[in-house]
């Protein structure tokens, strides 16, 4: 019988978030449910893979950061959760760069000018 882990992630940004799990197929919920078996977590995010994997993110008291709320061993990710988790982590990492590089940018066109 699978459960609901919940572990610290460094995702700040639900928006850039939900693009990068868009971007890897995922249907996305704002202020959802993540399920296993008679557990029900509600989470700041929800997000549904085709495959039936189960991903949410729910903000901690007082922490700038969310924190990820899955059933790491359920049957619906058969296996493939950790490389799903690893894509769109990698992804909103990605948008995060590119956020802060285009604020960069803009701050030094307007120093220059």
């Known amino acids: ?12 940004d639900l928006d850039l978030l939900e693009i990068a799990l868009r971007s890897e197929g ?14 029900h977590q509600s989470v700041d995010l929800a997000a549904v893979h085709p495959s039936g ?10 922490q700038p950061h ?11 990710g058969s296996g493939q959760t950790e490389s799903a ?3 769109v982590l990698r992804r909103y990492a990605m948008n995060q760069a590119m956020q802060h590089a285009e604020i960069l940018d803009a701050e030094t066109v307007t120093a220059g000018s």
């Open 53 to 62: 994997l189960q991903l949410g993110w729910r903000q901690s008291d007082d």
């Open 1 to 12: 019988m699978s459960h609901l882990s919940i572990l610290p992630t460094l995702v700040t």
């Open 85 to 87: 988790l690893r894509r």
């Open 26 to 39: 995922f249907k996305v919920f704002r202020r959802g449910i993540v399920s296993s078996f008679d557990t």
């Open 66 to 76: 969310f924190d990820l709320v899955a059933d790491l061993a359920a049957p619906e």
